[in-house]
């Protein structure tokens, strides 16, 4: 099993929907969790930490669920913009390094 | 020093030849990641130095896989005698410390061994 499990997608919403990622962690000692962004060939980026009473910056929000291993990221209001694959990360809590899921996919279309 | 540096961007190499990528961090992180990425995958943690200390390698590395950061400064990774499944983005990121901080990634390298 993979550490960090995410829904490759694709998912293909249309302008102005409201799309929701979800993400399970096997390591109940993870302690910092992040959604990253990365568009087709380029780096990821960091989009936002994960904390553990939620979170919000514009239309995106990120909810933790420490009981189930559990992580979400919600976009409303998609913009074409927001196509790009986002991918669900964890520090485990003894690693110094992020583990990182295989990503979701959007494609936000016109 | 606006973010993470990697030399080159690409890089074509018949296999058996041995390849070195260079990568300079943001200049107050005092520690340095290498990732790998292939199509379709997030990317793999292989090595991570806190200033000239090489304090982690993933399995993934194999012993043709060599990692360097000799002042605390900037990495090179080396692969010796590559092979086709060594093709891939290679990824390097910086970060201030562990914690509730990310990294930030360099644009990488990509590799294709022919």
């Known amino acids: 099993r993979k550490e960090v499990e995410q829904d490759p997608g694709p998912f293909n919403v249309p302008e102005g929907a409201t799309v929701a990622f979800n993400c399970t962690y096997s390591?109940?000692?993870?302690?910092?969790f992040f959604w990253y962004r990365q568009d087709c060939r380029k780096e990821p980026k960091l989009l936002m930490s994960?904390?553990?009473s939620g979170n919000e910056d514009g239309r995106f929000t990120a909810q933790l669920n420490r009981a189930s291993q559990y992580i979400s990221l919600l976009i409303r209001d998609s913009k074409l913009s927001d196509s790009a694959t986002y991918l669900c990360v964890v520090r485990s809590g003894s690693a110094r390094q992020l583990t990182f899921g295989s990503g979701t996919q959007l494609t936000v279309l016109p | 020093d606006t973010g993470v540096s990697q030399d080159p961007r690409h890089k074509i190499t018949k296999r058996g030849q041995n390849v070195t990528f260079r990568c300079d961090p943001i200049?107050?992180?005092?520690?340095l990641y290498w990732y790998r990425q292939t199509l379709g995958q997030g990317p793999e943690f292989l090595t991570y130095f806190q200033n000239e200390a090489q304090l982690e390698k993933s399995r993934l590395l194999s012993d043709r896989f060599s990692a360097e950061r000799p002042k605390g400064s900037f990495s090179t990774l080396e692969i010796q005698r590559t092979e086709q499944g060594d093709s891939a983005m290679y990824l390097c990121?910086?970060?201030?410390?562990?914690?509730?901080?990310?990294?930030?990634f360099g644009s990488g390298t990509r590799l294709t061994v022919v």
């Open positions: 390591n109940s000692a993870s302690q910092s």
């Open positions: 994960v904390y553990s």
């Open positions: 990121a910086s970060s201030p410390g562990a914690g509730s901080y990310g990294y930030t």
């Open positions: 200049s107050e992180h005092n520690r």
